[in-house]
């Protein structure tokens, strides 16, 4: 195990976390872009630290796509509206997100979700 | 072995004298002798013969202002939307290190520049003064002897006594990460001195020190919390070591009340479902599906 290995270990599994000067530390992520993902909701998985939230993207004359997305834990969402039942899977949803860096895996962080008739978490700003 | 990572923050004091036998004390000591419960303590208080003033009601739910939690003052956040960089550091000042804590400090700085971080933490709790910058909501509960400030994240709970005793022996008592706190009521403001604070705990930044070079056994914490206009509530810190700190740190934090009925929750970093890689083998180890079994890229 190298020092470079423990480090980038901990880079990668680094969790959001804001205070109140807000210091995150999104290394997987690339903070600079954003993609719009229109798709249908598979799983939902709203825990600590973390919610990941599934989405099924169909991909022209292709097999679906499903983006992993992550956003904070329940203290966090819950407050801004966002319940444990405020998402089923088969809903359709709006995400506005940061991709992985990598470019390989599907997914991202969390920028702003439209909810199904409801309002808007986060700043939705594409 | 399983490495989880999160977000950090940062953190500040001043001086106080070692409190005696306080008004505040007597009138606990009477309240407890007419059966009162707790609760009533800013009543009892006041009733009591030897106080001469209530002192504020600080209990409740607060949320640092500007968090991803403070939704009084209107913020609208996915938890993960924040930019990497940040916007300055936790405390909104930073210390001026010397010495061996100040070499420790820019070696920490430069191995998370290399990888591309501000920050490296674990599950391990934050400690004084780093959990004051805690990014979740904080609860206060008051009693005429004891205050205890719980902050959401990680449950990390400081405790303050406010009935007259001094501060343990630190030779015979290891240090620990939220250190010893006691408190007085001077007027309005709660002040708070902590000492014996665990070397792990870094000033200004948001992580650990892991060569145990944040501070030195003299830190020294003196905060002075009291409500301002806007039902909020202000915490001035000031914090001295003569072996690290060429001068003493301040620093300002603001908490907003929450709103009514909203309550303290559960945030447990042990029940990990975040992306996670064994650093031994380098392998994924998650419980996200989408993601298992897909080797993570080079640094």
Known sequence: MTIKSVLLSFILLALPMAGANAHHSYAAYDMSKKVMINGTVSEIQYANPHTWLFVVVPAEGGKAVTWAIEAGGPNILSRQGWKANTLKAGDK?????HPFKDGIRKGGSLEALQLPGARTIGTWKP | ??????????????????MKSTHIARA?????????????????????????????????????VGSSVDITGGINSTGADATPSGIGPPFGSMPTLKGKYLESFQKRKKMLEGVGSEFKTSCKVLGMPTVMVGPYAVEVMQTPTQINWAQEYLRETRRFYLDGRSHPDSEENPPTFEGHSTGRWEGDTLV????????????????????????????????RIHLIPGDKLQVDGTVEDADSLIKPWHYTLAFSRAPKGDEFMEY?????????????TGAEITTIPERRNITPPKP
């Open chain 2, 1 to 18: 072995m399983t490495w989880t990572a999160h977000g950090l923050e940062e953190l500040h004091f001043e001086k106080v004298k070692q």
């Open chain 2, 28 to 64: 606990a000591i009477a309240t407890f002798l007419l059966g009162a419960a707790p609760c009533l303590a800013k009543a009892e208080t006041a009733k009591a013969p030897t106080a001469k003033v209530a002192v504020p009601d600080i209990s409740g739910l607060w949320t640092p």
């Open chain 2, 192 to 223: 708070v001195e902590t000492v014996n604070i665990r070397q792990e705990t870094t000033l200004g930044e948001s992580g650990h020190a892991d060569d145990a070079l944040g501070h030195s056994p003299k830190l020294r914490i003196v905060e």
């Open chain 1, 93 to 97: 949803v709006n995400a506005l997100i």
């Open chain 2, 268 to 280: 447990v970093c042990e029940d990990n479902n975040a992306e996670t890689i064994d650093p031994s």
